[in-house]
């Protein structure tokens, strides 16, 4: 398997399936932060990771992290963030297309 260049004119991503072994998940190399590849990326199970400075990578790592929701404790700490927070309870709702 190897690393895929993205087009700067396409939102379109290979499919996760062709993922690198080592390191876990990395799919692809460039491309943009644009909120159309975001959405087409987060749609498929990908998201960007990368440092300042270098190109922009993405991942799909197997096993993708799962939380179950009887498992997950929230702490109290977060609950205080989460309470005290500015950001609107419904943020996630501003990722789907028409909002």
């Known amino acids: 398997m190897r690393l895929v260049q ?10 996760p399936e062709g993922a690198l072994r080592e390191p876990n998940g990395l799919l692809a190399l460039g491309g943009d932060l644009s909120p159309a590849r975001l959405l087409m990326a987060y749609q498929h199970g990908i998201f960007p990771w990368f440092s300042p400075g270098d190109p922009i990578l993405w991942w799909s790592p197997d096993p993708r992290a799962v939380l179950w929701p009887e498992e ?7 609950k205080r963030f989460h309470n005290t927070s500015p950001l609107p309870r419904d943020a996630q709702l501003r990722f789907r297309p028409g909002y």
């Open 6 to 15: 993205l087009s700067r004119h396409s939102i379109a991503f290979p499919s």
């Open 72 to 78: 997950f404790h929230l702490s109290r700490s977060m």
